[in-house]
């Protein structure tokens, strides 16, 4: 912790009469929670599960696919509470990264959060959110740009003001999507159908693998989206110095918000199994609304539409707040520009580095670009997944030889950790093998953070020398 806060005093600009500004620890228990959940659920769990119904043909294996799922993520949020309880830090995947294997890859990952990660999925979730609020209002779909650049500056806004504010708008809007999912939940496990949908036909007829050998590939097919839907837990380790005694907390918060997640996860797609059948499921397009019109008709479908923008607008500030951690990270080790180091002295926020993400998610908005560049490296996020996991085998040796022990230990380390990074490496495989081009795009993309880091790295010597 010291050699952070050296870090920050050496590339925090200092302004007359400024004294060193480091982040307040003002979150609890329950909004690191909610930060979990908040990060886990956007719009995946309104999509996926057709895709897995599909890949998969029969609803025993679509409820297996989600529960290998919910298993993996249990397993990963383990991980991730060794990890921040051994670095309760700001920046979290970048710190492990950072201490286990160096500062290249580290950046690599700070790189690809700031260039497309992070900010595309801002601009891309905001589009979402942006076009299902302007269906709510009855406005035309030429409403859906200016709406989604007006969530970006005011998420961005709110997340400046202070890190309690932006989390208690996210805690808020995560609850509202939570208790929309319950209602969905409840319609279809206790009342009766009112409505009928007319009939789809499949695209291909739908069979369960036959065999051991093509079960083995189709849940393997289908854990890819299982997975991208679970993703997302390991941002809240990024705000790790702003949770209240983050070595109890945060590990806490991961493990109460990945259990809420996968209950959460299971629930929904046994309610729209029981609302569609397992064909209507696998054809359907928006099995959330469609599930809800079964059991309440055309008001039961806009009660889910306005759960769904709560959700994306509630997944975009977290991310927002979130990711913005990592690059202040990196500028405090002068890896990047000296000034996103700097915290606001009264909001304790690194402002900076929140309107740079949103500049740059804006522009991906406003051209266009940012579903393009999301297909090419959205490979990269369980790359990055695997190599944290990795870390911990390092980290734990290294804190073991000096003596320095843990308050939280994963308790299926090494066996489920071993899990959760062939588990990554799958992802990345299925993904690559699914949309080549793409991956090889995407990987020039990360390439092209080898001289941007040379010149940082470069700079920070020069700089560190004199």
């Known amino acids: 912790m010291r050699e952070r806060q050296v870090a920050v005093e050496m590339y925090t600009p200092h302004f007359a009469g400024m004294v060193q500004v480091t982040y307040a620890a003002r979150l609890g228990t329950f909004s690191g929670t909610m930060l979990v959940v908040g990060g886990i659920i956007g719009a995946g769990i309104f999509l996926s599960p057709a895709v897995v119904a599909q890949r998969v043909g029969s609803a025993p294996l679509t409820l297996g696919a989600w529960g290998m799922g919910a298993v993996i993520a249990i397993i990963g949020g383990f991980v991730y509470a060794e990890l ?36 595309g999925a801002i601009a891309a979730v905001a589009m979402t959110g942006a076009n299902y609020l302007a269906e709510l209002l009855a406005l035309g779909p030429e409403a859906g740009r200016p709406m989604a650049i007006g969530l970006i500056v005011v998420l961005t806004v709110l997340n400046v003001l202070g890190v309690r504010i932006g989390a208690t708008t996210g805690n808020v809007l995560t609850v509202l999507k939570l208790a929309a999912i319950a209602l969905l939940v409840f319609a279809a496990l206790v009342l009766s159908p009112q409505h009928s949908l007319p009939p789809v036909a499949a695209a291909v007829p739908l069979a369960p693998p036959a065999g051991l050998g093509q079960t083995v590939v189709a849940m393997g097919a289908a854990l890819v989206p299982v997975l991208f839907s679970f993703g997302g837990w390991q941002q809240t380790n990024a705000v790790a110095e702003e949770l209240v005694n983050p070595q109890r907390t945060l590990p806490r918060a991961l493990i109460f918000g990945v259990l809420i997640v996968a209950v959460t996860y299971l629930l929904v797609n046994v309610a729209y199994l029981r609302a569609l059948g397992l064909e209507g499921l696998a054809t359907s397009r928006a099995p959330a609304a469609e599930t809800m019109f079964v059991f309440l008709g055309p008001f039961g479908r806009t009660l889910i539409t306005f759960g769904i923008v709560t959700s994306t ?11 913005a951690r990592v690059y202040q990270a990196m500028a405090a080790d002068g890896l990047f520009f000296r000034r996103m180091a700097a915290l606001h002295p009264r909001t304790r926020t690194p402002v900076a580095a929140l309107v740079a993400q949103g500049v740059v998610a804006l522009l991906l908005l406003l051209t266009g670009t940012y579903a393009q560049l999301l297909d090419y490296v959205v490979f990269a996020d369980w790359i990055f997944f695997g ?11 290294r804190d073991d030889a000096r003596g320095v022990t843990s308050p939280v230990r994963s308790p299926l380390h090494p066996v489920g950790t071993v899990l959760f990074v062939a588990a990554a490496v799958y992802v990345v495989i299925g993904s690559i093998q699914s949309n080549p081009v793409n991956a090889a795009r995407g990987a020039g993309l990360l390439l092209l953070g080898l001289p941007v880091y040379a010149y940082w790295n470069a700079r920070r010597r020069r700089e560190g020398s004199t």
């Open 313 to 323: 607008v509630g997944f975009l500030g977290m991310v927002i707040l979130m990711s």
């Open 84 to 119: 921040g309880a051994r670095r309760p830090q700001a920046g979290g995947t970048y710190v492990y990264l950072r201490d286990a294997f160096g500062t290249l890859p580290a950046f690599l990952y700070g790189w690809a959060l700031f260039l497309i990660m992070a900010t």
């Open 387 to 397: 190599s944290t996991a990795a870390s911990l085998f390092v980290l734990r040796a």
